[in-house]
Each structure stands twice: as structure tokens, then as C-alpha cells.
């Protein structure tokens, strides 16, 4: 048997995305900047799934920008900030996505803002008081700090940080990969101004997402060399992406309520069998419900099989990440546990659920747990 309990890395394709996605790898290829009728129809599948994933953020289709992913939309949302809206300095927070760490870091090494760090509580959660500190010294600043941890899974207050930027006229970019397709949004109502996706985590292809940028706020193209996503990402479109992004953003809302019930289940039904099997494990991160109900962070006791740990889930079939899926493999510990100072001495496992999972699919995996920690504690 192997199980697969890494969906916060990515997900499995849906098959109804699958066949919604074939038609325009066999068929209906054409370029969609040409004016013949085989472009004319991938252009309308393009402006069909931005109506999709507008209508269903509560937004205008103008508002979304297809990109090759997250990473790319979170890319766009801070460099264009910067070069064109006046931003001189960045505020984040030790737990982001590289995307945004990375990006920001090398933007302050250039010269072109200062960045400051949000302080982070013991539970992982941002604390608002110092925001508004740092937005107090430095209004107009460009705010990016992500929806829900990727490693963790704690939810960021989206609404009220939005507020406390629109009272210091700051610019705020949250990046919500982890949870779009898995909550709701209505961005009339939080108004903020950039958002980040990537549909391969919630069960469409990898290769493609998009940005939301708010109609009032103004940036350049960031990418050149074509018209396309009217005039702001030059090249040609990932068109059958874009249309199994669109089929997966749909699906995931029509059953969101459902899934959530069933994924919460299980990473409660995982969290209680551990709590009762393995003496010692605790919990990284906010267990009190202001999190993803997707993700668990469980730090096991300290062995002789530490550095291991990852491997022999995986040899027994088990496939999970330790912390980030993007440093796996690395030899560098992972900032956010270190972020919140979580033992070093301690190995901790990310898991993270999907609606293919099932309670057996658990079973097995806490069974390969209790021969591993029962012969090493």
C-alpha cells in the first residue's frame, strides 16, 4: 500500500479536470492571439475560465491575470508594487513562502525598499500589535504576508490585517495559495489588493495560476513581449492550464462545505490516534482551530532515527514532507519551525490531507509510525 498525505505540496488531478483539459490538448489548439477560428476558440476558453474564477471571488473577470503559478503571482504582486506604486519600504514575516522571502530580500539587496519583519507569537500566528507599530512608523508600505501557512497551517486574520493596512495607506498582497479552492472568498467585501493561486492545490494542473489585482490599483506589465492578459504578462497562454485551473476552482466550490467536513475528520481522527500511540508528540503550530483543516504539524520525540524519519515513511509507503515540500531534500532546517523556535532536536513531520484520502489510508500510516517509534523511543 502507499499513501499519499503530502497535498500541501501538491494534489492529485480531478479527473473531471482531466477530460475538461483534453480537448484543448487534442482538438482545440490553436493560439489564441490568432485571429482564425482554431484561436478564436482557445481565447474563448481562456475569457471563459476568467469569467469562472471572477464570478466566483466576486470580482470583475479584468481583475485576474493568469500566471505559471504562485510563485509567479506572488513575483508580480511585489515587484510591480515596488517598481510602480511608490513603495519604499516592505513588511512581512519570517514564515512566508520563499516566493515572497526571496523576492523581498533581493529587492532590499538592490537598494530599492527596506524591509521589516512582523514579530510571530509562540503559536505562530503574526502578532497585529507590532503591525500596526511598523505601519505607524512606515505608512504606505507594501504589506505581504500569506492567508495560511504552508508548513504550519495557521490562518492569518485576512480581514482585519486588510483594515489595518487601508488605515496606513499601505499596499496588501497576501499569498493564498494554500487556500483558494478550500474557503470562500468575497474580495468586494475584504478589499484588499493582490492575491496569489496556484491550482495544483486544489486538484487542478500544475504550471498555472493567477493574481488578483484590484482594479484600483495601477502597475505596469510585468512581464514583456506580447498583449497578453491584456498587456501584463507577455507570451502565449497556458491555455488547457487555464481551463483545468477554471474546472477545479469550480468543482472545489461546489462541494467546499463537504470536503471540509470530511478533510477536518481526518486530520482530527489523525491528531487524536497520535495523541493516544505515540508517547511525547506534541503539535506545532495552532491546534485551536484558527488553522488549515488541511495541514498537521506533528514534532515527534527526539531518536536515533531523526534524520531518517522522511525516508523510512517513505520506504514504508508513506509519503509526507518535513515542513516546506520546496526545501525538501535540503540540508537547511525549515525558517518556519525555526521562526517559532520549535526544537531542533525534535524531527517534525508535515501532513496534509485531501478529499482522495481516506480513514484506512490514516490507519496505515500511524501503524508504520507505531513500528517506528515503538522500537526506537
Do not use: W
Amino acid at each position: 500500500m502507499k499513501v499519499y498525505l503530502d497535498n500541501a505540496a501538491t494534489t492529485p488531478l480531478d479527473k473531471e479536470v482531466i477530460v475538461a483539459m483534453l480537448p484543448y490538448m487534442e482538438k482545440n489548439f490553436g493560439n489564441p492571439s490568432s485571429i482564425h477560428s482554431f484561436g478564436r476558440e482557445a481565447k474563448s476558453a481562456i475569457e471563459g475560465a476568467r469569467k469562472t474564477v471572477a464570478k466566483l471571488l466576486n470580482v470583475s473577470p479584468s481583475e485576474i491575470f493568469f500566471t505559471s503559478g504562485g510563485t509567479e503571482a506572488n513575483n508580480m504582486a511585489i515587484r510591480c508594487s515596488i517598481r510602480d506604486l511608490g513603495i519604499t519600504h516592505c513588511i512581512t514575516s519570517p514564515l512566508e513562502h520563499h516566493a515572497v522571502l526571496n523576492t523581498m530580500e533581493e529587492m532590499e539587496k538592490q537598494g530599492k525598499v527596506k524591509l521589516s519583519f512582523v514579530r510571530i507569537k509562540p503559536n505562530g500566528h503574526i502578532d497585529l500589535a507590532h503591525l500596526e507599530e511598523l505601519l505607524t512608523a512606515n505608512p504606505h508600505s507594501l504589506v505581504s504576508l500569506m492567508h495560511a501557512n504552508n508548513e504550519l497551517g495557521n490562518l492569518l486574520p485576512i480581514k482585519e490585517v486588510n483594515e489595518l493596512c487601508k488605515k496606513f495607506n499601505a499596499v496588501f498582497h497576501s499569498d493564498t495559495v494554500q487556500t483558494m479552492g478550500h474557503y470562500k472568498f468575497d474580495f468586494q467585501k475584504i478589499n484588499l489588493d493582490f492575491a496569489s493561486c496556484a491550482a495544483h492545490k486544489f486538484h487542478g494542473p500544475k504550471g498555472v495560476g493567477f493574481v488578483y489585482i484590484n482594479s484600483n490599483v495601477r502597475i505596469h506589465p510585468f512581464i514583456y513581449g506580447g498583449a497578453q492578459e491584456r498587456n501584463m504578462r507577455g507570451g502565449t497562454e497556458n491555455v488547457y492550464g487555464i481551463v483545468g485551473l477554471a474546472k477545479a476552482f469550480e468543482i472545489a466550490h461546489n462541494r467546499m462545505e463537504e470536503d471540509q467536513q470530511y478533510i477536518a475528520g481526518l486530520k482530527q481522527y489523525m491528531t487524536d490516534k497520535l495523541r493516544n500511540h505515540i508517547s511525547g508528540v506534541e503539535f506545532n503550530g495552532d491546534t485551536t482551530g484558527k488553522a488549515l483543516y488541511t495541514v498537521l504539524n506533528v514534532s515527534f520525540p527526539s531518536t536515533d532515527i531523526n534524520e531518517m524519519l522522511l525516508f523510512n515513511l517513505d520506504i514504508a509507503g508513506v509519503a509526507v514532507s518535513g515542513g516546506s515540500a520546496c526545501s525538501s531534500g535540503s540540508d537547511v532546517g525549515s525558517h518556519v519551525l525555526k521562526a517559532i523556535n520549535a526544537d531542533p532536536d525534535r524531527p517534525s513531520v508535515r501532513f496534509s490531507f485531501s478529499r482522495y484520502n481516506t480513514k484506512e489510508e490514516i490507519d496505515f500510516a500511524l501503524d508504520k509510525l507505531r513500528e517506528l517509534f515503538e522500537v526506537k523511543v
